[in-house]
């Protein structure tokens, strides 16, 4: 508190992001990053990217990205909006086509972005329970509102709504806005950008951070039909003309064409998710089913923060949320299939 900050500033709650260890003998599993490195194809482009055209500013519009998507999706690029990393593009939304008389809704437990936004945009806001086995039901947002939004899957909980649930909500809710955010859509869930064409009031959001590997990189975008796009162009060209440097552009475009590799990585950490929830099953966790890079559990007897200290000690970091209805649970990303086998070993010293 400062009396040079404005009123505004002196009432936020930053987001606090996961732990970023200086040290690199730990085996990171609480931020949901990918454990396997970018497609080699990427790295290649944007090494090829480190020239003297880095004296001019990028393309403002990103239309190769753009086109790349709207391609990848088969869209028309004025569907597509670029910003970096799907965190700008939310707050957008946010700012956009979010804020209106009625109250956002959107579920108790979730990114927790979403509330920090709200606060940033002083967007009135309601949060809509969870039911008790940790699932969005859409029913209870059938409410006056001027906006919905929820991850799909949901984070920290894992668990995916099926696609015909979000069509039937709507069906129903046509007068207000309603963002997807999709960040872990790629392991395992069906992406609702195949709705965009019939819902005009709909946005779906991704991210290259977790699929792709690339959260270092910071590139996210949004789908939705044109006239939605153009309010986030609005904002973002009142904020930032150049949100995507060339070295993101690139590198995307690359990734994003590299099929292949992808499929190969997303594989690997369905089959490592897998593996893992039998695992822990066999050690007294229950676990929620999860479509994405990462597990939320909670153990019959041992306090969720008292396994994560212990773990953290054997070199393992894990997040725990200290929040009502999940302080019992542990957030664990999906490693490598070796990481995998060394969080299970030290789990087994821990709850004998
Ligand atoms: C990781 C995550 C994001 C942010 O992704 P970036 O593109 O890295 O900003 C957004 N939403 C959810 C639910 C996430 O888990």
Redesign the pocket.
């Known amino acids: 508190m400062s009396r040079f900050w404005s009123a505004l500033v002196n009432q936020l709650t930053p987001y606090v992001p996961g732990e970023q260890p200086k040290t690199d003998n730990l085996i990171k599993l609480n931020?949901?990053e990918n454990p396997y490195a970018p497609s080699p194809v990427a790295i290649k482009a944007m090494q090829g990217a480190a020239n003297a055209k880095l004296r001019l500013y990028p393309d403002p519009e990103s239309a190769d990205l753009k086109a790349c998507i709207a391609d990848y999706y088969e869209l028309k690029p004025q569907q597509v909006f670029i910003g970096?990393?799907?965190?700008?593009?939310?707050a957008h939304c946010f700012q956009a086509l979010l804020k209106h008389e009625q109250p956002l809704l959107f579920p108790d437990i979730?990114?927790s972005?979403y509330s920090v936004y709200s606060r940033l945009y002083q967007i009135e806001y309601q949060q809509i329970a969870l039911a008790d086995d940790f699932s969005i039901c859409l029913d209870d947002y059938k409410l006056p509102n001027g906006g919905v939004i929820f991850?799909n899957p949901?984070?920290?909980t894992g668990k995916l709504l099926a696609l015909e649930s979000i069509e039937n909500f709507l069906q129903h809710n046509t007068q207000s806005v309603v963002v997807v955010?999709e960040?872990?859509i790629d392991f395992g869930g069906q992406s609702a950008v195949t709705l965009v064409d019939r819902y005009p009031n709909l946005v779906v959001?991704q991210?290259?951070?977790?699929s792709r590997s690339l959260?270092g990189l910071?590139?996210?975008f949004a789908i939705a039909q044109a006239d939605l796009i153009d309010a986030l162009e609005r904002v973002k060209n009142s904020f930032n003309s150049y949100p995507m440097d060339r070295f993101s552009t690139t590198g995307a475009i690359a990734a994003i064409n590299d099929h292949e590799y992808f499929g190969a990585q997303c594989d690997k950490i369905i089959n490592s998710r897998e593996w893992l929830t039998a695992q822990l099953a066999g050690i007294g966790f229950s676990i929620i089913p999860s479509k994405t890079n990462f597990l939320f559990v909670s153990h019959k007897t041992l306090p969720a923060g008292h396994i994560a200290t212990t773990l953290r000690d054997k070199n393992i970091i894990v997040r725990h949320f200290n929040q009502p209805r999940i302080d019992n649970y542990l957030r664990i990303t999906i490693g490598t299939q070796q990481e995998c086998e060394s969080l299970v070993a030290a789990l087994n010293e821990i709850v004998i």
């Open positions: 931020t949901n970096n990393g799907s965190d700008e593009v939310l979730t990114y972005f991850a949901n984070a920290p955010d960040a872990y959001i991210t290259l951070s977790k959260a910071r590139v996210g």
